[in-house]
Protein backbone atom coordinates (compact mmCIF):
# COMPACT_ATOMS: atom_id res chain seq x y z
CA UNK A 1 0.00 0.00 0.00
CA UNK A 2 2.73 2.33 1.02
CA UNK A 3 4.35 1.75 -2.76
CA UNK A 4 1.39 2.88 -4.33
CA UNK A 5 1.26 5.52 -2.57
CA UNK A 6 4.21 6.45 -3.65
CA UNK A 7 3.77 6.00 -7.10
CA UNK A 8 0.62 7.78 -7.03
CA UNK A 9 2.25 11.03 -5.25
CA UNK A 10 5.17 10.56 -7.81
CA UNK A 11 2.75 10.78 -10.56
CA UNK A 12 0.49 13.82 -9.02
CA UNK A 13 3.67 15.63 -8.66
CA UNK A 14 4.84 14.82 -12.22
CA UNK A 15 1.75 15.91 -13.90
CA UNK A 16 1.18 19.48 -12.09
CA UNK A 17 4.66 20.02 -12.80
CA UNK A 18 3.89 19.78 -16.07
CA UNK A 19 1.19 21.97 -16.09
CA UNK A 20 2.88 24.66 -14.46
CA UNK A 21 5.36 23.82 -17.25
CA UNK A 22 2.50 24.16 -19.83
CA UNK A 23 1.29 27.15 -17.92
CA UNK A 24 4.32 29.52 -18.34
CA UNK A 25 5.64 28.23 -21.47
CA UNK A 26 2.24 28.89 -23.43
CA UNK A 27 3.57 32.43 -25.01
CA UNK A 28 6.71 30.47 -26.74
CA UNK A 29 4.48 27.60 -28.13
CA UNK A 30 2.00 30.18 -29.44
CA UNK A 31 4.18 33.05 -30.84
CA UNK A 32 7.22 32.31 -33.12
CA UNK A 33 8.27 35.65 -34.30
CA UNK A 34 11.31 35.84 -36.44
CA UNK A 35 12.97 39.73 -36.31
CA UNK A 36 15.20 39.22 -39.14
CA UNK A 37 13.54 40.47 -42.19
CA UNK A 38 16.10 39.21 -44.97
CA UNK A 39 14.00 39.73 -48.59
CA UNK A 40 10.87 41.85 -49.71
CA UNK A 41 8.67 41.90 -52.35
CA UNK A 42 11.51 42.95 -54.41
CA UNK A 43 13.07 39.15 -54.81
CA UNK A 44 9.65 38.51 -57.05
CA UNK A 45 10.09 41.89 -59.18
CA UNK A 46 7.33 43.39 -57.48
CA UNK A 47 6.52 47.03 -56.55
CA UNK A 48 5.85 47.89 -53.31
CA UNK A 49 5.51 50.17 -50.43
CA UNK A 50 7.00 50.14 -47.05
CA UNK A 51 4.79 50.92 -44.37
CA UNK A 52 5.34 52.11 -40.88
CA UNK A 53 2.09 52.65 -38.93
CA UNK A 54 1.16 52.75 -35.01
CA UNK A 55 -1.32 50.54 -33.31
CA UNK A 56 -3.57 51.73 -30.75
CA UNK A 57 -1.11 51.35 -27.98
CA UNK A 58 1.50 53.32 -29.92
CA UNK A 59 4.00 50.81 -30.98
CA UNK A 60 5.15 51.35 -34.19
CA UNK A 61 3.98 48.26 -36.96
CA UNK A 62 5.77 47.65 -40.06
CA UNK A 63 4.11 46.00 -43.00
CA UNK A 64 4.47 46.35 -47.20
CA UNK A 65 1.57 47.14 -49.21
CA UNK A 66 1.74 45.58 -52.88
CA UNK A 67 -0.64 47.28 -55.29
CA UNK A 68 -1.53 44.98 -58.60
CA UNK A 69 -2.13 46.61 -61.82
CA UNK A 70 -6.29 47.81 -62.42
CA UNK A 71 -7.28 45.72 -59.05
CA UNK A 72 -10.57 46.56 -57.69
CA UNK A 73 -9.96 45.00 -53.99
CA UNK A 74 -7.27 44.71 -51.79
CA UNK A 75 -6.19 41.83 -49.15
CA UNK A 76 -5.52 42.65 -46.01
CA UNK A 77 -3.44 39.58 -44.62
CA UNK A 78 -2.96 38.30 -41.68
CA UNK A 79 -0.09 35.73 -41.04
CA UNK A 80 0.22 32.91 -38.69
CA UNK A 81 2.08 32.44 -35.55
CA UNK A 82 5.57 31.98 -36.80
CA UNK A 83 8.18 33.59 -38.83
CA UNK A 84 6.99 37.13 -40.12
CA UNK A 85 5.86 38.75 -43.34
CA UNK A 86 8.58 37.42 -45.05
CA UNK A 87 7.95 33.54 -44.61
CA UNK A 88 4.74 34.66 -46.92
CA UNK A 89 6.17 35.97 -49.86
CA UNK A 90 4.66 32.54 -51.98
CA UNK A 91 1.22 34.03 -51.15
CA UNK A 92 1.92 37.42 -51.84
CA UNK A 93 3.01 36.13 -55.30
CA UNK A 94 -0.58 34.31 -55.83
CA UNK A 95 -2.77 37.41 -54.62
CA UNK A 96 -0.63 39.57 -57.34
CA UNK A 97 -0.95 37.49 -60.01
CA UNK A 98 -4.64 37.16 -59.10
CA UNK A 99 -4.99 41.25 -59.90
CA UNK A 100 -5.91 41.72 -56.33
CA UNK A 101 -3.41 44.61 -53.80
CA UNK A 102 -2.56 42.97 -50.91
CA UNK A 103 -1.11 44.68 -47.56
CA UNK A 104 0.45 42.43 -44.88
CA UNK A 105 2.08 43.38 -41.47
CA UNK A 106 3.76 41.84 -38.77
CA UNK A 107 2.51 41.72 -35.33
CA UNK A 108 4.11 43.06 -32.31
CA UNK A 109 7.59 41.48 -31.64
CA UNK A 110 7.56 40.04 -35.54
CA UNK A 111 9.84 41.59 -38.08
CA UNK A 112 10.36 44.79 -37.43
CA UNK A 113 7.49 45.38 -35.28
CA UNK A 114 7.95 46.95 -31.71
CA UNK A 115 6.68 45.42 -28.91
CA UNK A 116 6.25 41.44 -27.31
CA UNK A 117 3.19 39.64 -28.62
CA UNK A 118 0.19 38.98 -26.84
CA UNK A 119 -3.35 38.26 -27.88
CA UNK A 120 -4.97 41.46 -27.15
CA UNK A 121 -1.83 43.03 -29.07
CA UNK A 122 -2.85 41.12 -31.90
CA UNK A 123 -6.23 42.20 -32.27
CA UNK A 124 -5.05 46.01 -31.92
CA UNK A 125 -2.29 45.43 -34.77
CA UNK A 126 -5.05 44.27 -36.83
CA UNK A 127 -7.15 47.14 -36.43
CA UNK A 128 -4.90 49.24 -36.72
CA UNK A 129 -3.99 47.60 -40.36
CA UNK A 130 -7.41 48.12 -41.37
CA UNK A 131 -7.78 51.54 -40.22
CA UNK A 132 -4.19 52.47 -42.20
CA UNK A 133 -5.81 50.75 -45.49
CA UNK A 134 -9.38 52.70 -45.02
CA UNK A 135 -8.41 55.84 -43.14
CA UNK A 136 -4.82 56.19 -44.84
CA UNK A 137 -5.18 55.02 -48.33
CA UNK A 138 -8.81 55.87 -48.23
CA UNK A 139 -10.07 52.34 -49.33
CA UNK A 140 -13.70 51.40 -48.93
CA UNK A 141 -14.47 49.05 -46.62
CA UNK A 142 -16.92 47.24 -49.38
CA UNK A 143 -13.41 46.65 -51.55
CA UNK A 144 -11.17 44.57 -48.32
CA UNK A 145 -10.81 41.14 -47.72
CA UNK A 146 -9.65 40.08 -44.69
CA UNK A 147 -7.48 37.53 -44.70
CA UNK A 148 -5.98 34.90 -42.32
CA UNK A 149 -4.09 31.83 -41.86
CA UNK A 150 -4.34 29.87 -38.94
CA UNK A 151 -3.59 31.66 -36.42
CA UNK A 152 -4.35 35.03 -38.57
CA UNK A 153 -7.49 33.24 -39.47
CA UNK A 154 -8.74 33.57 -35.37
CA UNK A 155 -7.20 37.14 -35.87
CA UNK A 156 -8.89 37.93 -39.04
CA UNK A 157 -12.36 36.37 -38.01
CA UNK A 158 -12.13 38.92 -34.87
CA UNK A 159 -11.18 41.63 -36.80
CA UNK A 160 -14.06 40.75 -39.53
CA UNK A 161 -16.46 40.92 -36.41
CA UNK A 162 -15.86 44.04 -35.39
CA UNK A 163 -14.73 45.95 -38.58
CA UNK A 164 -17.00 46.26 -41.55
CA UNK A 165 -15.21 44.30 -44.61
CA UNK A 166 -16.49 43.59 -48.19
CA UNK A 167 -15.26 39.98 -47.48
CA UNK A 168 -13.41 37.24 -44.88
CA UNK A 169 -11.23 34.47 -45.85
CA UNK A 170 -10.22 31.84 -43.16
CA UNK A 171 -7.71 29.12 -44.05
CA UNK A 172 -6.32 26.83 -41.55
CA UNK A 173 -7.82 28.18 -38.87
CA UNK A 174 -8.59 26.44 -35.31
CA UNK A 175 -12.14 27.06 -33.51
CA UNK A 176 -10.36 28.10 -30.01
CA UNK A 177 -7.38 28.54 -28.30
CA UNK A 178 -8.32 26.22 -25.74
CA UNK A 179 -9.82 23.09 -28.81
CA UNK A 180 -6.73 23.27 -30.11
CA UNK A 181 -4.81 22.76 -27.06
CA UNK A 182 -6.88 19.92 -26.03
CA UNK A 183 -5.55 18.27 -29.80
CA UNK A 184 -2.37 18.64 -28.25
CA UNK A 185 -2.75 17.86 -24.70
CA UNK A 186 -6.08 15.84 -24.24
CA UNK A 187 -5.01 14.51 -20.86
CA UNK A 188 -4.27 18.10 -19.42
CA UNK A 189 -7.37 20.67 -17.62
CA UNK A 190 -6.57 22.61 -20.68
CA UNK A 191 -9.20 25.05 -20.06
CA UNK A 192 -8.14 25.63 -16.54
CA UNK A 193 -4.46 26.11 -18.11
CA UNK A 194 -5.16 28.46 -20.65
CA UNK A 195 -4.23 31.35 -21.01
CA UNK A 196 -5.16 32.97 -24.23
CA UNK A 197 -8.78 32.54 -25.79
CA UNK A 198 -9.03 33.26 -29.52
CA UNK A 199 -12.10 32.13 -30.07
CA UNK A 200 -13.03 31.73 -33.44
CA UNK A 201 -15.85 30.46 -33.62
CA UNK A 202 -17.62 33.06 -31.40
CA UNK A 203 -16.09 35.22 -33.07
CA UNK A 204 -16.78 33.91 -36.86
CA UNK A 205 -20.90 34.33 -35.80
CA UNK A 206 -20.35 37.82 -35.70
CA UNK A 207 -19.01 38.26 -39.70
CA UNK A 208 -21.62 39.62 -41.87
CA UNK A 209 -19.93 39.54 -44.74
CA UNK A 210 -19.25 36.86 -47.31
CA UNK A 211 -17.10 34.02 -45.85
CA UNK A 212 -14.83 31.44 -47.43
CA UNK A 213 -13.33 28.47 -45.09
CA UNK A 214 -10.47 26.96 -46.56
CA UNK A 215 -8.70 23.56 -45.06
CA UNK A 216 -6.60 20.67 -45.95
CA UNK A 217 -8.06 17.79 -44.73
CA UNK A 218 -4.65 16.52 -44.18
CA UNK A 219 -3.54 18.78 -42.01
CA UNK A 220 -1.34 17.62 -39.56
CA UNK A 221 -1.77 20.48 -36.72
CA UNK A 222 -4.89 21.68 -36.64
CA UNK A 223 -7.63 19.03 -37.46
CA UNK A 224 -9.91 19.40 -40.17
CA UNK A 225 -12.80 19.04 -38.24
CA UNK A 226 -12.03 22.21 -36.92
CA UNK A 227 -12.41 23.86 -40.71
CA UNK A 228 -15.63 21.98 -41.01
CA UNK A 229 -16.79 23.35 -37.45
CA UNK A 230 -16.33 27.17 -38.70
CA UNK A 231 -17.74 26.78 -42.09
CA UNK A 232 -20.89 25.47 -39.59
CA UNK A 233 -20.95 28.40 -37.35
CA UNK A 234 -20.71 31.26 -40.18
CA UNK A 235 -23.60 32.96 -41.69
CA UNK A 236 -24.25 32.49 -45.48
CA UNK A 237 -23.39 33.75 -47.65
CA UNK A 238 -19.98 31.22 -47.21
CA UNK A 239 -17.93 28.61 -48.64
CA UNK A 240 -15.64 26.28 -48.01
CA UNK A 241 -13.01 24.82 -50.54
CA UNK A 242 -11.54 21.67 -49.29
CA UNK A 243 -7.46 21.53 -50.21
CA UNK A 244 -4.59 18.49 -49.88
CA UNK A 245 -1.22 19.00 -48.08
CA UNK A 246 -0.02 19.70 -44.87
CA UNK A 247 -0.51 22.90 -42.70
CA UNK A 248 2.55 24.87 -43.72
CA UNK A 249 2.22 24.12 -47.53
CA UNK A 250 -1.41 22.94 -48.36
CA UNK A 251 -1.66 26.30 -50.32
CA UNK A 252 1.04 25.04 -52.41
CA UNK A 253 0.73 21.66 -52.50
CA UNK A 254 -2.66 21.98 -53.96
CA UNK A 255 -1.80 25.09 -55.89
CA UNK A 256 -4.44 24.97 -58.37
CA UNK A 257 -7.24 23.86 -56.51
CA UNK A 258 -6.21 26.95 -54.21
CA UNK A 259 -5.88 29.39 -56.89
CA UNK A 260 -9.31 28.23 -58.78
CA UNK A 261 -11.05 28.53 -55.39
CA UNK A 262 -9.81 31.95 -54.90
CA UNK A 263 -10.78 33.33 -58.43
CA UNK A 264 -14.50 31.42 -58.39
CA UNK A 265 -15.09 33.01 -54.94
CA UNK A 266 -14.21 35.79 -56.57
CA UNK A 267 -16.33 35.66 -59.11
CA UNK A 268 -19.09 35.12 -57.19
CA UNK A 269 -17.92 37.71 -54.68
CA UNK A 270 -18.45 40.57 -57.69
CA UNK A 271 -21.72 39.05 -58.28
CA UNK A 272 -22.64 39.45 -54.73
CA UNK A 273 -21.51 43.29 -54.45
CA UNK A 274 -23.83 43.50 -57.41
CA UNK A 275 -26.70 42.19 -56.15
CA UNK A 276 -26.49 43.69 -52.86
CA UNK A 277 -25.61 47.15 -54.22
CA UNK A 278 -28.71 46.91 -56.56
CA UNK A 279 -31.04 45.68 -53.67
CA UNK A 280 -29.70 48.99 -52.18
CA UNK A 281 -30.63 50.93 -54.74
CA UNK A 282 -33.96 49.23 -54.72
Not at 5 to 19: K, N, P
Not at 47 to 56: A, N, P, Y
Not at 134 to 150: A, Y
Request: with cysteine; hydrophobic share 40%; glycine share 8%.
Amino acid sequence: MLILVEIFAVLFIAYWSLGLVLYFMQPVFLYSPVQEVPYTPEELGLDFEKVIFKSGDGLMLSGWYIPAKDSELTVLFCHGNGGNMTHCLDTINILYNMGLDCFIFDYRGYGNSEGKPGEEGTYLDAMAAYRWLTEGKKISPDNIIVFGRSLGGSIATQLASKAKAGALIVESAFTSYVDIGRTFYPYMPVRWFARFSYRTIDYIKKVHCPVMIIHSRNDETIPFEFGLELYEAANEPKEFVEIFGSHNDGFLVSSEVYKNAWVTWLKSLKKYKSHVSHTRVS
